[in-house]
């Protein structure tokens, strides 16, 4: 059935909303149990945010040890860690090896395709779906079926907008998997939390994650937010690269952590500040800001650097020194004049100082919509170990709409297909129930 000759009232043994990896994925555990799957989604075609993560590369799952894996979910840890050590990041590889996808292990620890590319694992996973092995059921796919909830009190008929006009489904079993609210334009846009919440189902706010920030102005540059339009127009796009950040918040908590980030017009992203985005949201969220220390030069110590900053430079002017003692030029020396007043640029104590530990101070998370994820969603304390909503039997969640967030590196991706798995688990279980 197709959305062209859709009738305006069915019935159906599953309802999948949501086609995007852990929609998907709850539909293959449920085909390949013989059980008859309807998956609904708002836009024209699945797995597009799936397609846009995959533009620069794939990057499937993270072949670090799984103890280690598990430590990435924060609070979540414990809800998420049954899921992942049933199907987890092994079994990522040998799902996309099923589909005829090798892949390979980067030198970050980073699993990706060997092509680098989403779009020919989609489509073979789609082929499957539709064409399964002997004995599974073909997934029906309705595009263009925008959830606009229930029709009266959950559990009664759940209501789309189609192109057919108002279509109403009666469903043994409902799996939602509406994602979260980052980037909806590709069909996660959070509109479902107030009709979720509207039922009784608890929710917390969806907030941005692995998201980028504005930075809070420099007194040097009389600069109430942003950086100085010399900063902005000649760095926003760079990347500081071989830096490290380190930050403390007012509970304590800590984060230190290599890499690189890239300078916005107004601000900070890039991975090193998205792997840093949730301690740092939550301290804004405390305290309406948050501030981290950029090490410029990471492997270099403190007194190696203080001893060439000091180091006699003759007629050579300071961005010369710099650049010739520690390789100090480009963006980093650009930040280093933005936040530094003269005084200090002239101080080799206070220079060296900062060149090791350079405050910065962050004031807003950018717009959720902007972000690669996002936090909140529904809590776990509403969901039985199945992913079923206790208060509502026979409703089920998974993916990015559940209460959890994690850093990029494949650690996204995992949980949300490992969410499915459960999901899906689940879903049969509770059919096998109603059959008995």
């Not at 996973?125 to 309705?142: A, I, N």
């Not at 919440?197 to 109430?224: I, K, Q, Y």
Request: with cysteine; hydrophobic share 45%; net charge neutral.
């Amino acid at each position: 059935m197709t959305d062209s000759n859709a009738v305006s009232s069915f019935n159906v043994d599953v309802a999948i909303i949501g086609g995007g990896p852990a929609g998907l994925m709850a539909a293959e555990v449920l085909s390949r149990a013989g059980v008859a799957v309807h998956l609904f989604d708002a836009m024209p075609s699945v797995g597009r945010k799936f397609l846009l993560a995959g533009k620069g590369g794939l990057n499937l799952t993270h072949a670090e040890p799984l103890d280690s894996f598990v430590t990435r979910f924060g609070t979540a840890q414990d809800r998420v860690q049954p899921m992942l050590q049933h199907w987890g990041p092994q079994a990522v590889r040998d799902w996309a090896a099923g589909l005829g996808i090798d892949t390979f292990v980067g030198t970050s620890n980073r699993v990706f395709p060997t092509d680098m590319k989403a779009a020919p694992l989609l489509r073979a996973w789609l082929h499957r779906l539709r064409h399964p092995d002997e004995g599974g059921v073909p997934v029906v796919f309705h595009m263009r079926h925008r959830w606009q909830g229930w029709t009266g009190s959950p559990g009664g008929p759940l209501s789309f907008n189609a192109p057919s006009g108002q279509v109403q489904i009666q469903a043994r079993a409902t799996v939602l998997a509406l994602g979260g609210a980052s980037w909806a334009r590709l069909g996660s846009d959070g509109a479902w939390l107030p009709w979720l919440e509207a039922a009784g189902v608890a929710v917390s706010p969806l907030l941005p994650s692995n998201c980028g920030f504005d930075v809070a102005g420099s007194a040097a540059h009389g600069v109430a937010q942003g950086w100085s339009s010399h900063f902005s127009e000649r760095f926003a796009g760079q990347p500081f690269k071989s830096v490290a950040i380190r930050a403390t918040d007012s509970q304590g908590q800590q984060f230190h952590r290599k890499g690189e980030f890239v300078a916005t017009a107004t601000g900070v992203e890039g991975s090193l500040v998205y792997a840093a985005s949730s301690l740092l949201r939550d301290e804004i969220a405390r305290n309406g800001q948050a501030s981290f220390d950029i090490d410029l030069l990471p492997d270099r110590s403190a007194e190696h650097v203080l001893a060439q900053v000091r180091h006699p430079r003759g007629s050579r002017s300071l961005s010369s020194h710099l650049k010739s003692r520690l390789g100090l030029d480009g963006i980093k020396m650009g930040i280093l004049h933005e936040r530094l007043d003269k005084d200090a640029m002239n101080d080799p104590v206070r220079l060296a100082a900062s060149i090791k530990a350079l405050p910065v101070t962050v004031c807003t998370a950018r717009p959720i919509d902007e972000a690669i994820s996002s936090a909140g969603g529904v809590r776990w304390a509403a969901l039985n170990p199945d992913l079923m909503v206790q208060a509502n039997p026979g409703l089920f969640c998974a993916g990015e709409m559940l209460d959890w967030e994690a850093p990029t590196g494949g650690y996204l991706l995992t949980a949300c297909l490992a969410s499915g798995v459960a999901a899906g688990e689940g879903v049969r279980r509770w059919i096998r129930g109603l059959s008995a």
